[in-house]
């Protein structure tokens, strides 16, 4: 089993910036796909960005340019640095893992492992 825990998420204006943090425990894997998504009541998951554990990031289109993924194979933490942020940011930001890194793309229903989420909340 897999634990991922995240952390950052914060209530900010327009325009600023957040780092947030997924932290994993448990049984990881040195193969893997990590990613970060964001929902808003009423509307489907959303996948904002993706990483293996090679390097391989992947972006929504929506979000390219200023959302950064990245990660600390290290110390088993994925972050997604967020610059310029809009309203439309607002919601719960979840990251979520698999094993191997195949296909390693931002689609919900391919990831195992997910955490209790974090809110993002931007005002204007």
């Known amino acids: 089993q897999v634990t991922l825990v995240e952390s950052g998420g914060s209530s900010v204006q327009a325009g600023g910036s957040l780092r947030l943090s997924c932290a994993a425990s448990?049984?990881?894997?040195?193969?893997?796909?990590a990613g970060w998504f964001r929902q808003v009541p009423g509307q489907e998951r959303e996948g904002v960005a993706t990483i293996s554990s090679d390097g391989t990031t992947m972006y929504a289109e929506s979000v390219a340019g200023r959302f950064t993924i990245s990660h600390d194979n290290a110390k088993k933490t994925v972050i997604l640095q967020i610059d310029g942020l809009e309203p439309e940011d607002t919601g719960t930001y979840y990251c979520?893992?698999?094993?191997?890194?195949?296909?390693?793309?931002?689609?919900?229903?391919?990831?195992?492992?997910w955490g209790q989420g974090t809110q993002v909340t931007v005002s204007t």
């Open positions: 448990g049984n990881t894997f040195a193969r893997y796909c």
């Open positions: 979520a893992a698999r094993r191997g890194t195949d296909y390693c793309l931002p689609i919900p229903g391919e990831f195992d492992y």
